[in-house]
């Protein structure tokens, strides 16, 4: 599975838009992008993925730029509880392994 | 119900016992995962069960022992454990181990926090 690169930490204040990057210069074109994000001493919580297209849902939305080869998670409106470590994942299509990165340390401030 | 449950939530054990890890989930889903994640760092593969068999065992030392009595329960039995195994082990689960379409994404329990004396 194709390497990412994410920022260590940011912040952001809370009720703004949380906008979280992720590098994957080398992904291929079977190869989705899973965000999931950890609040401390939890268990990791699924966010969204793609393939190529933006995607939204209620938690999310994934932006995915034309050449694949880097993404940005958006949290609309921020608030406290989404202070957490935020993984980005490029995941094979048909690999069993779900392989974790150091992450990104968001903190949102009051 | 998206709900991956494990049990107990903490457990402290000296190294000569025997413990269990317990892991359920009524999701329907028939692939079920074991991680381990030591103290600020990602968490790491341990074992896949796919239908009930085993199918990924990455390297794990024997005094891991994983179980998949059913379709909706996965144990992880210990004995002999060292002070470095102490972790977070978390279980995930997923409809089907790599179905495309979402149908591979892996839903997580709240974790058992082990403690090794």
């Known amino acids: 599975d194709a390497k990412t690169t994410q920022p260590t930490s940011m912040d952001c204040a809370e009720g703004r838009a949380a906008n979280l990057p992720c590098n994957h210069s080398t992904i291929s074109g079977n190869e989705y992008v899973y965000w999931y994000r950890q609040i401390h001493s939890q268990g990791p919580q699924y966010i969204i993925h793609?393939?190529?297209n933006n995607e939204t849902n209620e938690m999310a939305s994934l932006i995915i730029t034309e050449d694949r080869k880097s993404s940005t998670l958006i949290l609309p409106h921020a608030t406290l509880r989404d202070t957490a470590v935020y993984y980005c994942i490029v995941r094979r299509f048909g690999n069993e392994k779900l392989t974790f990165g150091t992450g990104t340390r968001l903190t949102i401030i009051p | 119900d998206t709900e991956v449950t494990q049990t107990p939530k903490h457990l402290v054990m000296g190294m000569t016992n025997k413990k269990s890890l317990k892991c359920e989930q009524h999701?329907?889903?028939?692939?079920m995962y074991w991680y381990k994640q030591k103290a600020k760092k990602p968490p790491e593969l341990m074992f896949v069960y796919s239908y009930e068999k085993l199918s990924i065992n990455e390297s794990v030392p024997s005094r891991f022992s994983p179980e998949c009595p059913n379709s909706s329960l996965l144990n992880l039995h210990l004995h002999a454990l060292q002070p470095e195994d102490s972790a977070l082990y978390l279980c995930?689960?997923?409809?089907?181990?790599?179905?495309?379409?979402?149908?591979?994404?892996?839903?997580f329990g709240p974790g058992t926090r082990l403690t090794v004396l």
């Open positions: 793609g393939l190529k």
């Open positions: 995930a689960s997923s409809f089907t181990l790599a179905g495309g379409r979402g149908a591979d994404t892996q839903y």
């Open positions: 999701m329907g889903h028939r692939a």
